[in-house]
Every structure is written in C-alpha cells, then in structure tokens.
C-alpha cells in the first residue's frame, strides 16, 4: 500500500516538475485605469522575466479596495502585487496585512531618492515601515478659466497671492452674467475644498495631518482655525456654487464654465479634457495653489500582501512597474499618471504644450510641484479623522456653527475613537 | 434525532423481536448478506431524509448560523481586520460602551428613525387607497399593466434608482428644483409654494436639512409598489357578498372602504407594516448612493446599517461594527414587538 503510494507521489512530481521550473504564476489586483497601462506594458516584463508568469485581475476602485481588506483578515485570496489609492493607504499601514519592504530581502529604502518624497513618506508609518511603493501622484495645482479671468480684468499672478486676494476675486468674479437673476458664475464648486487645501500645508515638523508624532488629534491648531476661517468667508459671502465632486453638477459646472477655479490634482486635466468638459478646450489654464502652499491630491502605490506564496517574483513586479523610468513615463503617456520617480520630469514629454490648457507647459508646473510638497507619515487614525473634520466642517459652513467650539468637538470625538 | 429514531422503532417492522444480525424476511432463512441488505435498508430509512434535508442546513449552519453567532462573539472583541485573525483583543463590553456613549450612534439612530416613519408612512397611506382603486374601480386589461408599474421601482436596481435621483435632486439643474420653481412660479399654484420659492435651488443632497426627506422620497416611491401589490392581495380575498350586502343596504363606496375593506385588510396591514418597520430599520443601499457612501453633511443622512458598515470596513473596526449589528438587531426587535403589542393581536383575527 505504502509503495503504491509512493509511486503514484512520484508520478505526480514528474509530471508537475517541468511546469515548476518552467513560470512561477503571480497575480496583481488593480482597479481602472491602472489595468489598461499594467495590461499593456506586461508584455516587456515578460520578455525580461520569462520565469515569471503574471495573471491580471481587476475590480472597480471601491470594490477592489473593500475585497482586499477581505482577503488580509481571511488571509486568503490577495493577489500577489495590490495596488493601493492613496486615500486608502491609512487603512493598511496596520502592522501585519502587507509586508515592510524596507526590511530584507526587499531593502527598498535602496530607491528612496528615486521618489518625490512626500509619496514616500504617504506610505511610511511612523514606526519606520514602508507597506507600498508609490507610482503614481497627484499633484495639487489650481486649474481656472481664463475667459472667467479676463472678463474682469484679473491676472492670475494676482490673484493666487494669499487667501485674501483669492477671495477678492471671487468678490469680482462671482456674479450674474446673463441678467436672468441668478448668479452663474462663481469662484470655486465647494468653499470646503479650498479648507481642505489650506488644513494639509504649513504642517508643523514632525506632524501629520491629523496627529502629531505621538498620535495626538491636532485639530485644534491654528493650521484648522484659519482653514476653516477661509472657506467660511468664501461661503457666507455666497462665492461657492456648494456642489459636490464628482457630481452630474459638478461635469456641468466645468462645461458651462460655473466655476472660475478648482482646486485639484493634476489628473484632472485627464477628466477634463477625455469625458467632463472637451469643448471647453483652450479655455483653461493650471497655476500653484493660492498663498504659495503645495498639496497633493490623490496618487497610488503597489503593496505586497503577507500572504503571497510569491513574494520575489511579487518584488520583481513591483520594482518593474514603480523604478524604472521608462515604464513610468509609459504609464504617463497611456493614462496620464503622473510619475512618482523624479528622475522622469527631465523627459521632453514635460515640455510639450497642452492645447487644452491653451497651450500652456503645464507639467513643468505639474514637476515642481511634486517636488515641492511637504512629507508627512500617516497615521492608522487619518481616515476617520478626516471624516470628523469633515463633518465639523459643514457644521460650520451650513449649521452656523462657531469655528472653535466645531473644532473642539472634532478634537474630542477622534481622541474618543484612538482608544 | 431522538423523534426520528422513535417514529421508526414505532413503525411495524420486521425487525421487532428478531434476533440480532439476522432478520427471516419473506421467511428465508438467516444469513449474512440478507443481514447486510437489511441492516442498509434500515440505516438508510432513518437517515436518509436527514441527508435530503442536510444541504439547506449545511449551507444555513455555515453562512448563516456561524455568522450570527461569530459576531456576538466578535462585538467583546478588538479586531482589525487588515492584520489578520490573530490579532483579535477581548475587550469584554468596551465596544457597547463606547456605541452607547457615541454621538454618531445615536444621531444616526435618529436618523434611521426619522427616515423609516417619514418614508414609510406614505408608503401605506398612498398603497392602500390605490390598491382599492386598483382592485375595484379599475376592470379588465388595465389592471395588472397599472400594478406591474407600481411594481416596477421595486425590482429595479437601487444603484440605476440612486443615480437617476441624484439627477433630480441636483441643485442648479435638477428636475426637483426645476418643478417647484415652475409650479411656484405658476400663477394658478403659487400660493401653495410662496414659502419655499426664497430658498431655490435647494441643495437637496449637500445641505444638512434636506437629506432625509431627499432619501424619503426616494424609498417611498421605490417601495410602495410593493405595498399595492400586497394590498391588492389581500383585497381579493375579501368576500364580494359582503360589498353587495352593503350597496343593498345603501352604503356609499367610502363607507364601504371604511368599514368593510379597512378591517377586513388588518392581517394584510399588520403583515405589510412589519415588513416595512424591518426594511426601514435597515435602510442602507439608498442613504448610501445618495450621499456618496459618506452620510452626507452632518451625517444627517447616516442610518446606522450605514453607520455599522462604515465602522467595520472603512474604518476597520469589526468589533464596534459587530455590537452595533447586536444594538440594530435590538431595535429592531423591540419595534416589531410593540408593533404586535399594538395592533398584531387585534390584526391577525379577522371578524367575521
């Protein structure tokens, strides 16, 4: 019985070896528009690894990101590469889920200079760990129209000047155009996003958005009071069309040309120009964020779940698709991420003029911008938090709510939730 | 088990009395394999309806029982998932501490409260009537077009119904928007809406205030379909000598619906009621398409099945979520008791 059994082990192996040594199969999650650059460049990871054999799968932004929080507490079913949004990082910098790549055998603190430093530290934790390389980023500009601008008599440079001279503007520019009586231009979609901007600069050394290093809530500080001071001006002078992002309103706010402004990252010329407001072509051009300040909106990384079985072939990917500068300047091309290495920012790709922006040399600004922003680490809480502050937020710009009393709320609940 | 094996036993069977191992079926003679044979057919008689019946419980003991009785345990633990299931704490009653001491809990309690009474109010009051309509008023081939399109917002996707009134609902070009300006600009309705024309273009999904009665809307309509349909059930089954026996005696067609189809549809009412309570209570699809899977400004349109999935997996803190699953279930349970205490006893007796 026992050398029956043996036999048939044996059979099984050779028939299994040759498939061994020939691919070692891996995965990689992803969410759209990742797929399509990914989809498209495998085919030179694979003519440079033929051992490795890579198997594509992908759900939609939201499904991908909840599937993958299954698959680390079941520890089963992760693809063996993940890419990861950055406004989900917060969530998975927990130790345990994925693997510290700054540890051997992955050592990846060896690339850390590659990078603009603020996308590495995103995905940093405070304990000096690094769960996800960064790839792509979003950096934060102001996208305005230039008929709006001139139409009374503004000049950009002006007007980005501080926060009073932005808000002046939207005093000129915000008004009713057609006569019918009703206004139908404004400075900004939402005044919330201009405290959005104003909450994530001129962060004090050593602390986060939300936290200092010790994982205090620092929402009380005078980085929140003035944030919410700003955008409760613009809104109680009425100079916020108060629509959401990503809204029907919002895509025809851009086509009609409702809103003279928009804080945002890069990538929204992408949006802008493919499927939200084309005809608007020529009419737009990209500045620096009011006041000198450099934010980031967005961007995304790729992560190796524990789990893997893979995890050097998984490092292999991960370092194809996020080092090398010519696969980043692809993705660039084909999806219009912007590189995370900074090396790439020196490619003539970044001085070709966009018809869109009025042929305005628009990723030379998009560069220095990345290369501008201040790094912070994250911390496990930033998700939450930031819905509380978003919450006090509209408390103050709709409900009246007093600035300081708002944001002591805010202080009390996140402290409550850092149990 | 114990009632099966007896129910067998008691069964006339060849077996009773005979030796062991051996059974003198049709009187041939004892040997091992009619044993066998017999042995078989007796095991399989007492056991086989069991395996029938086991896929449901298998299936019911895995995704349902396990889940149910895996999160009671999981609310007195701290658990994020991202780091695996080791990682679970005790933390004995910590999370029920905190959900109850928890400014969100309870404005999303109210919020859920709010939503259920204020969608699920219309709901009854316009599928009653309609269904009456609909049942006697309306004759031959116009009957089940007209119910399959009350019908038809219920079996469509939330997700198509959501985005189809996030258009609606938009502030500077929604069609809401544009109907109370028109009809408030009209002369003939103008005084009915003279006190909400200042306040145009309302912000129906952005301003605090307007989110529930936005989301109410929304799931009336989606769900009082349903309601005629049930409604309209129950109304076949009542006797047509009992209207005849009225129209002789002269009673006008409101005094027939008053006192002969009201009480007559209690069981009906009481059934529809209660699944309206339960559904409401667990409002989540709607609130969450409309605000952006956020709750909205405020959280004013948080109902807490939105509250409970937010907790657990965009905030990853399963435990918390777990005991919230604990407190929903309560609520519900005690609003479906005082719904019985209240009208379930008298309802489900019909008079004759």
Redesign the interface.
């Known amino acids: 019985m026992q050398a029956k059994a043996r036999q048939l082990l044996l059979a099984a192996a050779l028939l299994l070896l040759p498939g061994a040594f020939a691919q070692t199969q891996i995965s990689i999650g992803l969410f759209p528009d990742l797929d399509s650059h990914v989809n498209a460049i495998l085919e030179q990871f694979q003519a440079e690894n033929p051992d490795i054999k890579v198997e594509v799968r992908v759900l939609q932004h ?1 499904d991908h990101h ?1 599937a993958l ?2 698959n ?4 089963s079913g992760a693809a063996d590469v993940v890419a990861i949004d950055v406004g989900f990082i917060a ?2 910098v ?4 994925l693997v510290d790549l700054n540890a051997a055998p992955y050592n990846a603190s060896q690339y850390q200079d590659l990078f603009a430093e603020y996308a590495w530290l995103q995905s940093s934790t405070t304990d000096g760990r690094l769960i996800a390389m960064p790839t792509d980023l979003g950096p934060g500009v102001m996208f305005y129209r230039r008929d709006r601008f001139e139409q009374v008599g503004a000049s950009i440079d002006d007007v980005i000047k501080d926060w009073d001279s932005y808000v002046e503007f939207g005093r000129q520019v915000t008004r009713d155009t057609d006569g019918d009586g009703k206004v139908d231009v404004f400075l900004i979609a939402d005044a919330s996003d201009v405290a959005r901007a104003i909450m994530r600069s001129n962060i004090a050394a050593g602390d986060g958005v939300f936290f200092d290093a010790a994982g205090n809530a620092v929402v009380e500080s005078d980085r929140f009071k003035e944030a919410f001071r700003v955008a409760k001006e613009i809104r109680d002078a009425g100079l916020d ?4 992002s ?4 919002w895509y ?2 851009f086509k009609r040309g ?1 809103v003279a402004t928009q804080l945002s990252g890069a990538w929204l010329l992408g949006h802008l120009q493919n499927w939200m407001a084309p005809e608007t072509a020529g009419l737009w051009g990209a500045s620096d964020l009011p006041n000198g300040i450099y934010g980031s909106w967005g961007g995304s990384f790729y992560g190796i779940p ?1 789990q893997s079985q893979n995890k050097e072939a998984a490092w292999k990917l991960v370092q194809f698709l996020t080092t090398r500068p010519d696969v980043q300047l692809a993705a660039f091309e084909r999806i219009g991420a912007f590189p995370a290495v900074t090396s790439t920012y020196g490619d003539p790709l970044f001085d070709e003029e966009i018809p869109f922006l009025a042929n305005q040399k628009a990723r030379q600004l998009f560069a220095r911008v990345a290369q501008n922003i201040e790094g912070r680490a994250t911390n496990p809480g930033d ?2 938090a930031e ?1 509380i502050v ?2 006090a937020l ?2 103050v710009l ?2 009246g709510r007093s600035i300081d009393e708002a944001l002591a709320e805010a202080q009390r ?1 996140i402290s ?2 850092a ?1 | 088990m114990t009632t099966g094996s007896r129910t067998t036993t008691r069964r006339p069977s060849p077996a009773k009395g005979a030796p062991a191992g051996g059974a003198p079926v049709n009187g041939t003679p004892v040997n091992g394999v009619y044993a066998r044979t017999f042995r078989w057919h007796r095991w399989q008689r007492r056991w086989a309806p069991y395996l029938f019946v086991s896929p449901f419980f298998i299936l019911f003991a895995v995704f349902g029982l396990f889940p149910t009785l895996f999160s009671i345990y999981l609310s007195f633990q701290s658990w994020n998932p991202v780091q695996g299931l080791g990682s679970m704490k005790w933390v004995g009653v910590e999370n029920y501490q905190f959900l109850l001491t928890d400014p969100w809990f309870w404005k999303s309690l109210r919020n859920t409260i709010w939503i259920a009474l204020a969608s699920g109010i219309p709901q009854h009051v316009i599928a009653i009537p309609l269904a009456f309509v609909l049942v006697s008023g309306v004759r031959g081939a116009l009957r089940h077009p007209l119910t399959a399109a009350y019908f038809l917002p219920y079996i469509t996707s939330t997700v198509a119904v959501a985005i189809v009134f996030n258009t609606i609902f938009g502030t500077q070009f929604g069609l809401l928007n544009w109907a109370i300006d028109g009809l408030a600009s009209w002369p003939v309705t103008a005084w009915l809406f003279s006190g909400i024309k200042e306040s145009l273009p309302i912000n129906w999904l952005g301003r605090a205030p307007y989110i529930k009665p936005a989301i109410s809307i929304l799931v009336a309509w989606k769900y009082f379909g349903f309601n005629v349909v049930l409604y309209s059930a129950g109304l076949a089954t009542i006797p047509r000598e009992y209207h005849e026996a009225a129209m002789v005696d002269g009673a006008s067609p409101l005094q027939r619906f008053w006192h002969i189809t009201l009480p007559l549809l209690r069981p009906m009412m009481f059934f529809a009621v209660t699944l309206t309570i339960i559904g409401n209570l667990q409002l989540f699809d709607e609130p969450f398409i409309l605000t952006n899977r956020t709750g909205g400004p405020s959280e004013s349109g948080l109902t807490l099945a939105m509250y409970l999935y937010r907790t657990g997996f965009e905030w990853l803190d399963m435990g918390t979520a777990a005991a919230m699953a604990w407190v929903l279930f309560l609520v519900i349970g005690t609003a479906t008791i005082v719904h019985f205490l209240l009208s379930g006893r008298r309802g489900l007796e019909r008079r004759e």
Do not use: C, H, P
């Open positions: 939201g909840t929080v299954t680390l507490a079941t520890g969530r998975f927990a130790d345990g889920g069309a108060r629509i959401g990503w809204t029907n309103e025809e706010a409702t524990e998700q939450i819905e978003n919450s509209s408390q709709d409900e609940l409550r939730r149990r």
